[in-house]
């Protein structure tokens, strides 16, 4: 028995238009999102990394120092800035003036106490010049008038005496006669202590009340003159100008968190390095070691070993390494370098150290 012939028939036209738009939308829609997405080059490294001259190394970090360290200078008096005499980056002498507190008032007590002080010295003159001629002329003249009036009070009593009761003209004549030659004696004794006196001169006691004044006044004007020094801050060594932070008419006080001027020496250099705890051990002093600047700069710098600080510390200078331990503590090694004298190292300064592994 013959089949029926089938007969076949195309699928409907909906069936083959919608899927085709459909991945014809979608392959556009991925067009669209990565056209739209921006093209960046990959960014070039703008120096190369700082790479070791020793095969086995310790690497650390480096802050390039004044071989005098930071020296703050500040003020032990509070008042306001009358002067400012450097500027950042001046070369300055020993005592040479760093700035200069407001001491007008300090002044003016000066001029008084070294007033004070010239008449404590005059003071203590007169008492040293002691006697003077006129006043010994004046207790000599005192002396003969008294003598004198002895001489004439005894002069009369006697002739009372030689001539008996009866010349008298009162009973009372000679008791009279015998008083005024006792009185007239003793204005004599006392005329003659007097000239005594003054011919010692002055007392101990009085000589040393004027000198205590003129040490006292002394004492007064040494103590302004340092006060007004104080107020005139000056360079503690010779040294350059690092920073300065204050201008005139500000008011600063002592203790302050604010480093007015700092200072330091810039020639040579130190370099203090960081080293991590776990290569402390393989660290040697007589190792050599050398600093090399970031960021591109030119040059490779040979250190001298100075010091190592005997104490471990926790570590506070990162590098940025992204993969760098910060639970850690370090083991800090001073080095001493030559200054190059161009910018390649200043103060103040991060660079790499490499030190060659010492158990080698």
């Known amino acids: 028995m013959l089949q029926p012939k089938i007969s076949r028939r195309f699928p409907p036209f909906r069936y083959l238009v919608i899927p085709v738009l459909a991945l014809a939308g979608v392959g556009t829609a991925i067009y669209t999102v990565i056209a739209q997405v921006p093209s960046t080059a990959t960014p070039q490294a703008m120096s190369t990394p700082p790479r070791s001259p020793f095969e086995n190394r310790i690497a650390g970090i480096g802050t390039v120092l004044p071989s005098s360290d930071v020296i703050s200078v500040g003020t032990v008096l509070a008042g306001i800035v009358e002067e400012v005499s450097v500027t950042d980056g001046q070369v300055v002498k020993k005592g040479e003036t760093l700035?200069?507190?407001?001491?007008?008032?300090?002044?003016?007590?000066?001029?008084?106490?070294?007033?004070?002080?010239?008449?404590?010295?005059?003071?203590?003159?007169?008492?040293?010049?002691?006697p003077r001629k006129p006043t010994m002329q004046d207790a000599d003249a005192r002396v003969a008038a008294a003598r004198a009036q002895v001489t004439d009070a005894q002069g009369r009593l006697a002739r009372l005496v030689e001539l008996g009761p009866e010349a008298a003209t009162s009973p009372n004549e000679l008791p009279r006669l015998e008083y005024e030659a006792a009185l007239a004696t003793?204005?004599?004794?006392?005329?003659?202590?007097?000239?005594?006196?003054?011919?010692?001169?002055?007392?101990?006691?009085?000589?040393?009340?004027?000198?205590?004044?003129?040490?006292?006044?002394?004492?007064?004007?040494?103590?302004?003159?340092?006060?007004?020094?104080?107020?005139?801050v000056r360079a503690p060594f010779d040294s350059t100008v690092l920073y300065v932070d204050i201008d005139p008419g500000e008011h600063v006080v002592?203790?302050?968190?604010?480093?007015?001027?700092a200072v330091g020496v810039l020639d040579p250099l130190h370099v203090r390095v960081q080293i991590d705890e776990i290569d402390a051990w393989r660290f040697k002093p007589d190792s050599k070691a050398v600093a090399i600047p970031r960021g591109g700069a030119p040059?490779?710098?040979?250190?001298?070993?100075?010091?190592?600080?005997?104490?471990?510390?926790?570590?506070?200078?990162?590098?940025?390494?992204?993969?760098?331990?910060?639970?850690?503590?370090?083991?800090?090694?001073?080095?001493?370098?030559?200054?190059?004298?161009?910018m390649a190292l200043l103060a103040g300064q991060v660079v790499d150290v490499f030190i060659a592994d010492g158990t080698d």
């Open 299 to 342: 040059g490779e710098f040979t250190l001298k070993f100075l010091r190592v600080i005997p104490l471990i510390v926790p570590k506070k200078l990162l590098s940025g390494d992204s993969a760098e331990r910060v639970d850690v503590r370090i083991l800090e090694i001073e080095y001493e370098l030559a200054n190059p004298g161009t």
């Open 99 to 130: 700035f200069r507190i407001d001491g007008r008032q300090t002044r003016a007590d000066l001029a008084v106490s070294r007033a004070k002080l010239e008449v404590a010295r005059a003071s203590l003159a007169s008492v040293v010049a002691l």
């Open 186 to 232: 003793s204005a004599l004794e006392e005329a003659e202590a007097h000239r005594d006196e003054v011919k010692g001169g002055a007392w101990p006691e009085d000589l040393l009340v004027a000198k205590g004044e003129v040490d006292v006044a002394a004492a007064e004007v040494a103590r302004l003159e340092t006060q007004l020094e104080r107020e005139t």
């Open 254 to 261: 002592p203790g302050s968190v604010q480093q007015m001027v």
